[in-house]
DNA sequence: ATCTTATGTAGTCACCTGTTTACTTGCAAC
DNA sequence: GTTGCAAGTAAACAGGTGACTACATAAGAT
């Protein structure tokens, strides 16, 4: 992962279960190791409870770190969401290629994603931590950039953007359907059935 | 309304009267009134800020009720959201007629809440209070009983749930892209349009 | 070996949360 | 009037929240 390698450039090593390197110096008050503990505990506790039901107190614990730390490096708690956030991109690859394969590649996207065993956390992050509206300019910038504006680019026509919500809707629908009616009726369909219907409803929503 | 008459007939109310009197008598003490006004203050609240991020205190404020009311009348916090949101449903029209014209009902219910000027209450309170845990089986039931169950009872064939949950993402996607990504982009483009494109959405959807 | 720097720690602050208890007050039947 | 009961109230409970501050301590330079 994009945090792990930069962590690894700045420390010169990796971070937990390996055994001491004598080469590579490794002191035990690591800021940069320490920083990334806590913002992979504050990733996996965000994505598993969203971000009301998740306290610094709990990310320290997790990260195996004090609570005032999470102040001291980011700031405030929201500004550790905002920084985790940043962290990852699911959808990217949908977006590169042909625009006359986007409605199938992000179709293949959602499907994957309904098949994934253990949910992604940006997604899971994102539907449940939708609620807090202090956060809220943080996930409106995250979605404009990593989802609209992306696929605004890949279109013609007039109304770009609002074929572009469109897809948005089935994109960011899956959430609360994850959460709300769950995915066993989706994975027990048959997937190229389902990639079939997918691609078809995005083409119509971009056409 | 129907809650009122149902509470009415639990408490019997209008008992002490021997036989029905259409007299209102309105007391300076009235249960049933503070009641109500718990629950419409309850209903604009949580569709405003979500659950989380409503106080029981914030509830009696508005309505000009102590705050113990709340419990002594309810119970619990979370067993008042359940009786505000099984108060109404919003999207029952569409699923009466014939089921030939059930993407286009469907298609014609997303545009109109899009272009409704005050947001529905209970689709808002819903993306809002998606993420706690603790109020989570009374959304999933909310869900099954108002959107899958009548959609799934419309459709034939196989993987029928599925096609019905394939649908409910677009229609449970509309808020959080209201809440992230605006309405305006869908309210500038054409309605006929948009109908046109929802409507070929949900036939492959649910074919 | 000493000094300096910054990483990590414990404790505290002021506030908010849902809920419960003990209490007061208004109303109607006797 | 007096009394009984339901409606309404104030206060407290037990706990949790993010943020902050004074302090201890390990690492690296001198």
């Given at each position: 992962m994009v945090l792990d390698q930069a962590e690894e450039a700045r420390t010169g090593h990796d971070r937990a279960g390996d055994k001491p390197d004598d080469r590579v110096k490794r002191p035990k008050?690591?800021?940069e190791a320490t920083r990334a503990r806590l913002l992979e505990a504050a990733r996996d506790l965000f994505s598993e409870h969203g971000y009301d039901h998740v306290s610094v107190r709990m990310i320290a614990a997790d990260a195996g770190a004090n609570v005032a730390l999470v102040n001291r490096y980011f700031?405030?708690?929201?500004?550790?969401?905002?920084?985790?956030?940043?962290?990852?991109s699911t959808l990217e690859?949908?977006?590169?290629?042909?625009?006359?394969?986007?409605p199938r590649r992000l179709a293949e996207h959602v499907?994957?994603?309904?098949?994934?065993?253990?949910?992604?956390?940006?997604?899971?992050?994102?539907?449940?931590?939708?609620?807090?509206?202090?956060?809220?300019?943080?996930?409106q910038q995250h979605m404009e950039r990593h989802l609209v504006t992306p696929l605004t680019a890949q279109l013609d026509g007039p109304d770009a953007r609002a074929r572009a919500t469109l897809a948005a809707t089935i994109i960011m629908g899956g959430g609360p359907?994850?959460?709300?009616?769950?995915?066993?009726?989706?994975?027990?369909?048959?997937?190229?059935?389902?990639?079939?219907?997918?691609?078809?409803?995005?083409?119509?929503?971009?056409?």
């Open positions: 008050r690591d800021r700031g405030s708690k929201a500004a550790l969401f905002g920084e985790v956030l940043a962290g990852e690859q949908a977006f590169t290629g042909s625009p006359a394969d986007l499907v994957r994603v309904v098949h994934r065993a253990p949910a992604s956390p940006i997604p899971r992050m994102l539907d449940r931590s939708i609620g807090n509206p202090e956060i809220l300019p943080i996930l359907v994850r959460r709300l009616l769950g995915l066993d009726d989706l994975r027990a369909a048959d997937p190229d059935d389902l990639v079939r219907r997918l691609t078809t409803m995005f083409e119509a929503a971009l056409s």
